[in-house]
């Protein structure tokens, strides 16, 4: 499984923006799909989840009410849409996949700044 982000850039507080992550190769076998952020000097942190068969969803604290996760199951693609968006939520964001067999697999990142 391949993936890949794009969407992140610049943004002023109080703005959105909408993360995309497409997957590519064995999608079938993918279980669920997170979306993680890590910020400078902070551990990774897990922001959003969605599964592939029931589509439920789970969210950080910090982050419900204002982000979405969603998936296009014909485009193998998970989008992270980000509302009300905070200095805070300066990060690297992270597409993640976990298959049936518990393999890994990461994007490379895309970068989200929002400045105050």
């Known amino acids: 499984v391949q993936l890949v982000e794009s969407g992140g850039g610049l943004v002023q507080a109080g703005g959105s923006l909408r993360l995309s992550c497409a997957a590519s190769g064995s999608t079938f076998s993918i279980n669920f799909m997170s979306w993680y952020r890590q910020a400078p000097g902070k551990q990774r942190e897990l922001v959003a989840t969605?599964?592939?068969?029931?589509?439920?969803?789970n969210y950080a604290d910090s982050v419900k009410g204002r982000f979405t996760i969603s998936r296009d199951n014909a485009k193998n693609t998970v989008y992270l849409q980000m509302n009300s968006l905070k200095p805070e939520d300066t990060a690297v964001y992270y597409c993640y996949a976990r298959s049936i067999n518990l393999m890994n697999y990461w994007g490379q990142g895309t970068q989200v700044t929002v400045s105050s």
């Open positions: 969605i599964r592939s068969g029931s589509g439920s969803t």
